[in-house]
């Protein structure tokens, strides 16, 4: 896709809010040339945390809903990291979502879809990516997703 990411994002309905501060002691992103490296992001919308185990109290659906909470998280990491300018993101290199899910779960693919499908709906051919979808057995604050991401950025 060519053009404006944040256009887009508005079609869809989407305001990219201020990012988020680290919870602990580390950095929300590392750049190393044309690479972004964004810390985790968790399922939280509106200063609320989405919480649960997928698979006991969060359907499959509920769970992809919170990995799209996640996308949109990292890209206001993104943004932050592209000193506001959004359309310096090239692509979306490589994903790794956890799960927090019931040991027998199955499904962490479908959940992290959430995330995945939002982004290439979002920035197009920019947003299809290398990813992992693992299962968590707790995540910090019991929130029901976390993802982190790699983008190659424009210098």
Same mark, same amino acid.
Request: proline share 4%; net charge negative.
């Given at each position: 896709?060519? %053009?404006?990411?944040?256009?887009?994002?508005?079609? $869809?309905?989407?305001? $990219? #809010?201020?990012?988020?501060?680290?919870?602990?002691?580390?950095?929300?992103?590392?750049?190393? %040339?044309?690479?972004?490296?964004?810390? =985790?992001?968790?399922?939280?919308?509106? %200063?609320?945390?989405?919480?649960?185990?997928? *698979?006991?109290? $969060?359907?499959?659906?509920? *769970?992809?809903?919170?990995?799209?909470?996640? @996308?949109?998280?990292?890209? #206001?990491?993104?943004?932050?990291?592209?000193?506001?300018?959004?359309?310096?993101?090239?692509?979306?290199?490589?994903?790794?979502?956890?799960?927090?899910?019931?040991?027998?779960? #199955?499904?962490?693919?479908?959940?992290?879809?959430?995330?995945?499908?939002?982004?290439?709906?979002? $920035? =197009?051919?920019? *947003?299809?990516?290398?990813?992992?979808?693992?299962? @968590? *057995?707790?995540?910090?604050?019991?929130?029901?997703?976390?993802?982190?991401?790699?983008?190659?950025?424009?210098?």
């Amino acid at each position: 896709m060519s %053009g404006n990411f944040e256009a887009r994002l508005a079609d $869809l309905g989407v305001t $990219l #809010g201020d990012a988020t501060a680290p919870a602990a002691n580390y950095v929300p992103f590392v750049q190393v %040339g044309d690479t972004l490296y964004v810390s =985790g992001q968790i399922s939280m919308e509106n %200063g609320e945390m989405i919480t649960g185990k997928i *698979g006991a109290e $969060l359907s499959v659906e509920e *769970g992809a809903a919170a990995a799209r909470v996640c @996308a949109i998280n990292l890209l #206001g990491q993104v943004k932050a990291a592209c000193g506001g300018d959004l359309d310096r993101l090239e692509r979306v290199v490589k994903l790794t979502g956890f799960v927090n899910s019931t040991p027998d779960f #199955g499904d962490q693919p479908k959940v992290i879809n959430g995330c995945s499908d939002f982004l290439v709906e979002a $920035l =197009g051919d920019a *947003g299809r990516h290398a990813r992992s979808a693992v299962s @968590a *057995g707790a995540l910090p604050f019991n929130v029901a997703v976390e993802i982190e991401g790699i983008f190659k950025i424009k210098p």
